[in-house]
Every structure is written in structure tokens, then in C-alpha cells.
């Protein structure tokens, strides 16, 4: 009667505190695992730890030790593991949540959840998340494959073989978090590893439910309104970062500026690519133009998919926003696209995921630059960074005092757990109230 | 028979061309006279007199010259009536568009505009004019006269009372323009001139409906909710960023730090007050802190009232988009405030209009950042004073160069004709259409 009771009260934990605690472990867990001897070179202050630790189960990869140089194969397995737990634990978790919107899950014929999380069996709990297990690992296992092409002739059988595997592993999860100190630029020009990267990182970043119904449907007409919106709005993001980068990086000396045409096509992709949230560069972040910068701070702050590994407001919610505002112009109280109908409550929604993200990105920034000494863009940058958790980095993260880390800590568990807990408090039903008679404010 | 055809299709030109024509001729009017002999000390290229009547005209402060040592007392004229027309025509065209919306312009018991501007004749609109112009005189009149008894001891009786009368139209006209080249700093300490400067641009600001509402009612429950959010807006904005200031410039020697108590908080209060869009500045915008300059570019962006003087996407579109925020999180679908509801409508005009006005600024930045070489944070400040039409600047807008000015001129223009625009749009009428099946998109 006891247990049942405890037991009761246990499931009836809210979720996003469920999903805190989760991070929370996770964290507590790999900190103690990095400050064990044996996980680094040398031994490392708690800081190090608790920061490294965050960074990897957040997915950020924001770095203040060079993964490769300070800890050992057992620290880099370590790192490895909180990727990919971390990774995990926010696929299903996202998943979760829209089964509790009520909304279809992606398997269409497969319902694994019912509405409410309380009636959600541990059992439909486990399927559920052994499809998503099989998915990531397929994907993360063939990427590893193709980057042992690469690193084996250059790093030798043991070194190139495990590079494969946590480059995988940490693209697939959009985790950013690489064995070498200039991330992957040594590899800026290679075709294969470029493009099995990308590919990695933007398939882990259209989300479960995306990957779900191309795997299941292959059929465009018959794919759902939310996977349309991310396959289209990824298409379109990335053609056109790309050539934004080119153009604007083209002659800049410490970028494009001495490449070839095919190189700087190949980096042009990759760092259009990178910043909705995989945090990967094969370029040096502080050597961009500041136009080039901002139009990264952007699409960090854009961000990827909905139930993916990545960070941001979301590719949909960003597609959303625009087109309820041309909708407005265009006169119309709902968004027509795709043959489907988008109705004020879902424009609300977006409005407010879309104040909260801000509120929170200037809310970080402006703690970090009241307590942070700096440049005021490289702080900028790192912090919308953090907040997307793409881990891309102007250089501040090394120069981060005490204070300056433990910010950055805290914007990169809020930029993870935030947005999904807005997600769950979207999730919860309206309830009613008496009606005011309608005012007006004046707005233009 | 011909003339009355052609007559009809003049009052049938689109109301925001007929804005983008008055200003642009306001504009070219201004140049010519600035360009006069008689207007300068010494002559100056069409570049800085365009640059210095788009400036005046779109009542926004940045100047390439100085006021008060390059223009003789006839330019000052010309510069001071270029201020004056653009603030009247402005509030003139704003309550035109409220009158469009088919909402109460203030005076409820002297309508003097139908809904439809066609229908408007040429009678009602002098009339409202009129008493506009009333208003606006009166306040500057006694705004003068309080200026002159600290002007005049100071400068003499001719330049003293010359200066009261400038400061006081370019106070109330939210234009920031200053005959000294540190803008008012040379008063900072002096509690009359701030008090009064900051009251004249607060009224300013405030709008002509929230005016006239106090004007004629007296009363706070009588108030429309319009004049009651854009009252407690401004009250609660100026109260929390007078702290901010404080706090974060208290010890900042170039800024706070030398002064005593009593100068400390007279500084804050007007230091407070002038971003949102009134632009004068008595200490160097170029000494705050970054995180000071981060708040000042938030308060650039949010503005002043609705058919005032000032620009920004207005307090009360802040106050609603927070507002709708809460309110979802609250799980309500609409908003309640002193006992009035706004509904759904309300908050997707909202939205249109900060996405608009978002997607505006972060273009003008974009373009300044790649066609302008100069420090990230300068740029963005200078490009946000601009389309806010503030005025206040870190020293960039002396050192632009000719594409830099072409781009700054847009963007005042933009931020000037845009916002009001946008309204004219939103004041026109739904269409309707076939309705689609609903569709879901995931935002979490
Ligand atoms: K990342
Ligand atoms: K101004």
C-alpha cells in the first residue's frame, strides 16, 4: 500500500522536472566519471569537469579542454556516452510530449502513447524508445562506417577507427564536439567526410517524427503537414546560407579567401549547415566577417527540428512566424501551406515560444555581459551559442572566469530544458474563464 | 468633367504613398533650404544637407554636421521647422489610420474622421489638424518658457531664448537634435532643464489619443484601456530602466562614477527616458557599459506611443506581446487587462508587427555590416537608432562613409514610413477564403 502510494506520487512527478532531474544526473554522473584519473591526462579542477560534462549531455559542445589532448580513450568514451544518453533522452522525451499534445507521433500505425503522460505504460514507454534507439544507432553506425574511409588512411586502424565512431556519434546528436582542437578544419576540404557529416547532423536534426515518416512513407504526397514543413524549410534554409556564406566570405583571407572553387564550395555547405546546432567548423569562427557572424547568431537562434537532437526555436516555428505574418498582410486570420490549415491557436503558440526564446536569449546575454569582461560580439556569439546549444565559439569559452562558466552552464541546460518545457506546458489543455468585454490598443 | 476624374483618382492614391510623398518632399524642400548660402557657415555638399533634412524630417537626431556650429541661425530655422512638420504630419497621418480602423481617436465626443479615408473630408481632417496643432503649440510654448529661465543666464537673452524654443520643439518632437555637439550633456546635472526636456519628450511620446483622453477625462477609470496600458507602460519602462542604468553605470568613471548622488540620479532618470526615441543624451553614449548599450538598444526597439512623435514598435505593442505570453502560459486565449479583452485578432496584429518590425532591423543591421566597415556594436546601435528614428549614437555617424549614409537615410526613413504603413495595412478589411482541413506543426 506504501509502495503503491510513493509509486503513484513518483509518475506524478511533473515531466519537465522528470526531464531536469534526468539532465541533472546525467551531468552529476559525468562529472564524477571525467575527474576519475584514469579519464584524463592530467588531473583536472571540478570546474573542468562539471563544465565538459554539461556541455556533452546538453549537446552543446562548447569546450574548455581539448577533447582529444586532455582526456584519454576512457574520458573520450565517457564524453561519448553523455552525447549520446543526452541525445537520447531528448528524442524521447520530445516524443513524449507531442504524444501528450495528442498529436500523430510519426508511426502512424504503431500509436506507442496514449494522451496523457499518467496513462502511459512503462512498457509502451520501452517500444517506443527501442525504435528510436534502432534509428539512431543504424544511422550513427553507417556514418561510421563512411568517416573510417577517411580516418583510417590518415589517423592509422585504432585512432582512425575510434575518430569514426565519436565523429558519428557526436554529428548524429548534434553534439559539436570533436577530437581536434581546430574542430574539423584539417579535413575543410574533403568531399566525403563533409558530406557524411552534414548529412549526419541534419538527418539527427529533422527529428523523430520526420525521420519516421520518410522511413515509413516514402511518398512526398503522403508525408504529414510538420514533416513537409522541415524537409522544405531545411532545404531552402540551407541552399540559402550557403550562398549567403560564399558571397559575403569569398575574399576574406582567413576563410574562403585562398581556397579553391571546390573547397570553398565544400566549406560554404558545411558552415551553412553547422550553426542549427551542430556546431562542427572547419573554419576559424572569429576570423568571419561581422555580417557573416550575425547571420550565424541567427540561425543558431532558428535552430533545427522539433523531437531532434538539435536546439532553438525550430525550423517550423521559425517557418510558422513567417508565414503568419505574411498571412496578416495577406489578410487572412489562418495560414494556408501545403493544403493544410494552420488556425490562430497554433499562431499563438508560436508567438509564445517565440517571446519566451527571445526573452531568455537577451535575458543570457545581458547577465553575461553585466558579470563577463569581453568583446561584446564574441560574448553575443557564445551565448546565443550556449542558448541553441550549437557550441560554436568566437574563442570566449577559454577565457570564461569562474562566473563566465557557471553562466554559461546554466544558459546551456536552460536552452536544452527550456524549450521542451515550454513544449509540455503547450502540451497541457485550456481552461475556461469569464469573458471581459473587448478592448482595443492602438499598435502601428 | 475631366478635372473632377482626375481629382478623384488624387484622393484615391494609396495613404501610404501619399506619406512616403509628403516626407519625401518634406525632405527635398528641407535640402534645397539647407543648402542656401544663408543657411551655413560655410557651404556644405548635398550629401550632409540631405543627410541632415532626412534627419529632421523623419525627427530622428543623427547628424553628420554640427547643429549648432556649422548652421546659422536661418538654418537652425529651417532645421527646426523640418522637425515641426514631420512630428505634426506624423501624428496628423497616425490618427488618420486609427480613424481607418474605425477606432475612437480620442476626442469620443468630436468625431471628426469616418472610417474610410475617402470618405474623409477635407473639412474634418483641417479641423483635426487643428487641434493637433493646438496641442503640440501649447506644449512647446510653455516647454520654451521653462527652458529659457535656465537657457538665457546661461547664453544670454537672443541665443538663450533661441536655444529654449529649438530644444523645446526637438524635446516634444522626440527628434534628439541638440545645438551642442554633446547633445545636452553640459546640463546634465541641472534638474529644471531634464525635468522639463524629459516631460516635453514623455508627452510626446505618449501620443495624441492618450493626450487628448487626459485632456478631456480626467479621471484614470474613465481612461480608454489604450491610454491606460501606454500610462502604466511608460510609468513601469521608465521606473525599471532609471534602475538599471543606475546599477550599471554607478561606478562607470567615464559616465556615473565622478558625479555625486543627486546628479547620479538625474543623469539615470534622463539617461532612462531618451532611448525610447527621444535621442538627446547628456552623457557619451561611446562610455557605457555593453550591457548598458544592450539595455538602450531593447528600449530603441520598443519605443514610444502610438500617434506620437517617437518610433519603435510602441510600448503598448510590448505590453501585449508580454502580455499574450503570460496569458498562454497561463493557458488563456486571450488577454485580460484592466478589465477589458483583447482577443485573438488583437495578438496577430501583434505579432505581424514585431515580426515585421524584427525582420526590418535585423535586415538594416545585416546590410550596414556588410556595405560599412567599423566595431559590430556601434553598427548595430547606430542602425537601431536609425530605424527606431532615436537619434542617439556611439560616434559612427560621423565617421560614414557615402554608402553608409545612403543606408542610414533608408533606414530612418524606413523606421519612419514603415511602422505607420504596416498600421494603414492593418487597418484595412479581411478577405475571405475557401477553408483548408486543419494541420499541425510541432514547435517544442
Ligand atoms: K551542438
Ligand atoms: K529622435
Same sequence: chains 1, 2.
Avoid at 566549406?267 to 566577417?289: E, I, Y
Amino acid at each position: 500500500m506504501v509502495v503503491s502510494h510513493s509509486k503513484r506520487k513518483a509518475t506524478q512527478l511533473p515531466p519537465p522536472l522528470v526531464l531536469v532531474l534526468l539532465y541533472a544526473s546525467l551531468i552529476v554522473a559525468g562529472t564524477i566519471g571525467l575527474k576519475l584519473p584514469v579519464a584524463t591526462v592530467a588531473p583536472i579542477g571540478w570546474s573542468d569537469a562539471i563544465f565538459t560534462a554539461t556541455s556533452a549531455v546538453t549537446v552543446t559542445g562548447l569546450a574548455v579542454l581539448d577533447t582529444g589532448r586532455d582526456f584519454t580513450i576512457y574520458g573520450q568514451i565517457i564524453i561519448c556516452s553523455m552525447i549520446q544518453l543526452g541525445g537520447l533522452g531528448l528524442m524521447t522525451f520530445a516524443v513524449l510530449i507531442l504524444s501528450m499534445l495528442g498529436l500523430p507521433i510519426g508511426f502512424s500505425n504503431r500509436i506507442y502513447l496514449r494522451e496523457d503522460l499518467n496513462q502511459t505504460s512503462a512498457t509502451d514507454l520501452m517500444a517506443l524508445t527501442k525504435v528510436i534507439i534502432r534509428i539512431v544507432l543504424l544511422c550513427e553506425l553507417v556514418g561510421a562506417l563512411v568517416l573510417s574511409i577517411v580516418f583510417i588512411p590518415d589517423l592509422g586502424v585504432a585512432q582512425g577507427a575510434w575518430s569514426a565512431v565519436f565523429h558519428s556519434v557526436s554529428a548524429f546528436n548534434n553534439a559539436g564536439f570533436s577530437l581536434y582542437s581546430d574542430s574539423l578544419s584539417q579535413w575543410a576540404g574533403n568531399p566525403l567526410l563533409n558530406l557524411t557529416i552534414i548529412l549526419l547532423f541534419v538527418i539527427g536534426g529533422l527529428g523523430f517524427t520526420v525521420i519516421a515518416d520518410v522511413w515509413q512513407l516514402r511518398s512526398w504526397r503522403k508525408y504529414s503537414l510538420h514533416t513537409k514543413l522541415m524537409l522544405f524549410g531545411t532545404a531552402i534554409l540551407l541552399v540559402f546560407s550557403t550562398l549567403a556564406f560564399t558571397l559575403m566570405e569569398w575574399n576574406n583571407p582567413e576563410t574562403l579567401g585562398g581556397m579553391n572553387w571546390g573547397t570553398k564550395l565544400v566549406v560554404s555547405l558545411f558552415q551553412a549547415a553547422t550553426p542549427r546546432t551542430a556546431g562542427f567548423n572547419t573554419v576559424d569562427m572569429a576570423s568571419l566577417n561581422d555580417s557573416t557572424t550575425l547571420m550565424f547568431m541567427i540561425l543558431m537562434v532558428i535552430g533545427s527540428g522539433s523531437t531532434s537532437t538539435g536546439g532553438g526555436i525550430k525550423v517550423t516555428t521559425f517557418i510558422v512566424l513567417l508565414l503568419a505574418t505574411i498571412a496578416f498582410f495577406k489578410r487572412q486570420t489562418a495560414i494556408d501551406i501545403f493544403g493544410r490549415r494552420l488556425g490562430a491557436d497554433q499562431i499563438m503558440k508560436v508567438l509564445a515560444l517565440a517571446m519566451v526564446s527571445l526573452a531568455l536569449i537577451i535575458s543570457s546575454m545581458f547577465v553575461m555581459l553585466v558579470f563577463h569582461e569581453g568583446n561584446f560580439l564574441d560574448i553575443a556569439f557564445e551565448t546565443v551559442s550556449a542558448f541553441g546549444t550549437v557550441g560554436l565559439s568566437r574563442g570566449v569559452t577559454g577565457d570564461l572566469d569562474q562566473i563566465g562558466r557557471t553562466i554559461i552552464m546554466f544558459i546551456m541546460f536552460v536552452g536544452r530544458v527550456g524549450p521542451l518545457t515550454i513544449g509540455f506546458v503547450l502540451a497541457t489543455q485550456k481552461s475556461k474563464r469569464i469573458s471581459y468585454p473587448s478592448g482595443t490598443v492602438y499598435l502601428g
